[in-house]
T-cell receptor
Framework: DGGITQSPKYLFRKEGQNVTLSCEQN?????MYWYRQDPGQGLRLIYYSQIVNDFQKGDIAEGYSVSREKKESFPLTVTSAQKNPTAFYLC?????????????FGDGTRLSIL | KQEVTQIPAALSVPEGENLVLNCSFTDSAIYNLQWFRQDPGKGLTSLLLIQSSQREQTSGRLNASLDKSSGRSTLYIAASQPGDSATYLCAPLGGGGNKLTFGTGTQLKVEL
């Protein structure tokens, strides 16, 4: 089935550690996104990529990094500079370049601090 | 900066009722607006997408309307069922980069 796969489902980070969240899609979408969801708040955009080898900061990019070396993959690294990383992280993709196509989401990764 | 408000924040109804969920946004310069459903601990499922040139969109028991000039969208759920229990999120799309701005959602519970 076509879709977006996020792994792992749960992730724990120690103080000072970098962790990487995986996002893979087989929808042949050009655009991919990372969002953060905190209780009582709407989803907030961290980074997005419209095409391979290109990405832009979203609204809350500090303490995060991404890469887009392959069309189907958009991993997110939560660095030690992110002081409040505990949240639910959602990856999405869309055909991109057109505004009449929806964004599709994965099932998320829940990150907690040990 | 786009701001999105959803009212009510939570709603509990008996099965069979017709429901209205409201979404308002501050910047009317949008390309489209999406309604999503989120089950606890899960990702988002896209329900409906309304283009800025459209007034409404229907899928089964769901109907979404859009009044771009007044910055409002409404999601109607007909004949609600317990399986409709979830959080419903609206998100207008605007600005560069195909960016969605999300509201905090309406948490719906449909009881038997």
């Amino acid at each position: 089935d076509g879709g977006i796969t996020q792994s792992p489902k749960y992730l724990f980070r120690k103080e000072g550690q970098n962790v990487t969240l995986s996002c893979e899609q087989n929808l042949n979408h050009d655009a991919m996104y990372w969002y953060r969801q905190d209780p009582g708040q709407g989803l907030r955009l961290i980074y997005y990529s419209q095409i391979v080898n290109d990405f832009q900061k979203g609204d809350i990019a500090e303490g995060y990094s991404v890469s887009r070396e392959k069309k189907e993959s958009f991993p997110l690294t939560v660095t030690s500079a992110q002081k409040n990383p505990t949240a639910f992280y959602l990856c999405a993709s869309s055909i991109g370049g057109v505004s009449n196509q929806p964004q599709h989401f994965g099932d998320g990764t829940r990150l907690s601090i040990l | 900066k786009q701001e999105v408000t959803q009212i009510p924040a939570a709603l509990s109804v008996p099965e069979g009722e017709n429901l209205v969920l409201n979404c308002s946004f501050t910047d009317s310069a949008i390309y489209n607006l999406q309604w999503f459903r989120q089950d606890p601990g899960k990702g988002l499922t896209s329900l409906l997408l309304i283009q800025s040139s459209q007034r409404e969109q229907t899928s089964g028991r769901l109907n979404a309307s859009l009044d771009k000039s007044s910055g409002r969208s409404t999601l109607y759920i007909a004949a609600s069922q317990p399986g409709d229990s979830a959080t419903y999120l609206c998100a207008p799309l605007g600005g560069g980069g195909n960016k969605l701005t999300f509201g905090t959602g309406t948490q719906l519970k449909v009881e038997l």
